[in-house]
T-cell receptor, first 112, second 114 residues
Framework: LAKTTQPISMDSYEGQEVNITCSHN???????ITWYQQFPSQGPRFIIQ???TKVTNEVASLFIPADRKSSTLSLPRVSLSDTAVYYC?????????????FGSGTRLSIRP | SAVISQKPSRDICQRGTSLTIQCQVD?????MFWYRQQPGQSLTLIAT?????????ESGFVIDKFPISRPNLTFSTLTVSNMSPEDSSIYLC???????????FGPGTRLTVT
């Protein structure tokens, strides 16, 4: 069972780059790593997903080392609207042998 | 992407009663999921609801307590049965995108049991 561990909270300032790391020591071969963002009173929203190495989209980058036991979500030049809870998720929704497990979440606070 | 709606958005219920939560998707999807999120906590998967087959429940969740229906590819219901205050939580449904591993989440149903 690929349990994930994230920092409970992080603080940063507008315009800074923020890196949130998630540990998943027991990740399975078929598991993907996905990050979600959640604002209060809303369902989580997909940010980015990867299997290995680096993935980049218009919102964030995801760095995954070769052993895949951790991953780092990188948010460039954050703004106040990036204040939210960020969840790391490991699993393969299409595999009955894999469990979809959300991390504890990192509460990111951005200050002016 | 998919647009997901849930009904009701919130409810306050008496202990011992049951509540059925509806999840409607604007497109046909194969996989639907039901999660529970207790205040200030992360999401916990309750079950996977696939059309045409019985739902698959995660450890700690049983069909008698959380019966699920999936009558077609755009709709599912989750019933919280014989409720107790410990069932007070936010219940979310999500759908999986077969072209990727993304999930799209509904807005959630906030349940309070008194």
């Amino acid at each position: 069972l690929a349990k994930t561990t994230q920092p409970i909270s992080m603080d940063s300032y507008e315009g800074q780059e923020v890196n949130i790391t998630c540990s998943h020591n027991n990740i399975a071969t078929n598991d993907y790593i996905t990050w979600y963002q959640q604002f209060p009173s809303q369902g989580p929203r997909f940010i980015i997903q990867g299997y290995k190495t680096k993935v980049t989209n218009e919102v964030a980058s995801l760095f995954i080392p070769a052993d895949r036991k951790s991953s780092t979500l990188s948010l460039p030049r954050v703004s106040l609207s990036d204040t939210a809870v960020y969840y790391c998720l490991v699993g393969d929704m299409y595999s009955s042998a894999s469990k979809i497990i959300f991390g504890s979440g990192t509460r990111l606070s951005i200050r002016p | 992407s998919a647009v997901i709606s849930q009904k009701p958005s919130r409810d306050i219920c008496q202990r011992g009663t049951s509540l059925t939560i509806q999840c409607q998707v604007d497109s046909q999807v194969t996989m639907m999921f039901w999660y529970r999120q207790q205040p200030g906590q992360s999401l916990t998967l309750i079950a996977t609801a696939n059309q045409g087959s019985e739902a698959t429940y995660e450890s700690g969740f049983v069909i008698d307590k959380f019966p699920i229906s999936r009558p077609n590819l755009t709709f599912s219901t989750l019933t919280v049965s014989n409720m107790s205050p410990e069932d007070s939580s936010i219940y979310l449904c999500s759908v999986g995108d077969t072209r990727s591993y993304e999930q799209y989440f509904g807005p959630g149903t906030r349940l309070t049991v008194t």
